[in-house]
């Protein structure tokens, strides 16, 4: 019986992180915009994996390569936002119609983001 409440735990949990990545890559390609896309894959990369790794070490116990993957986890949960961060940085300084895309609340701060101030 304990078996197969695993095996059912950790079936649910990785078809919701696929479901979770497949809505991801959906959203990076009908998005237009390049902070749209960014949004659409910060969101749900870490969402996905983390849910999918939990399935594995539902599926396999806690081991030792359990640990790793929760390792991985922390790391991506980590990185994740700072990558985001500095592609959406770089689409407000490389942008020239980023007025044009968006709605720009501060555009003195995306002057001096431009000018490299």
Do not use: Y
């Amino acid at each position: 019986m304990l078996e197969w409440a695993r095996f059912v735990l950790s079936a649910l949990l990785l078809a919701l992180g696929l479901f979770v990545l497949a809505s991801g890559v959906l959203g990076v390609f009908r998005f237009r915009q390049t902070l749209s896309r960014v949004h659409a894959a910060a969101l749900v990369d870490t969402l996905g994996i983390a849910s999918m790794f939990a399935g594995l070490i539902v599926a396999e116990g806690f081991t030792p390569a359990s640990l790793k993957l929760l390792a991985v986890v922390a790391f991506l949960w980590l990185t994740s936002p700072v990558s985001s961060h500095l592609i959406g940085r770089m689409e407000v300084t490389v942008n020239d119609a980023l007025e044009k895309d968006m709605r720009v609340d501060d555009p003195e701060a995306v002057r001096r983001e431009k000018e490299g101030e």
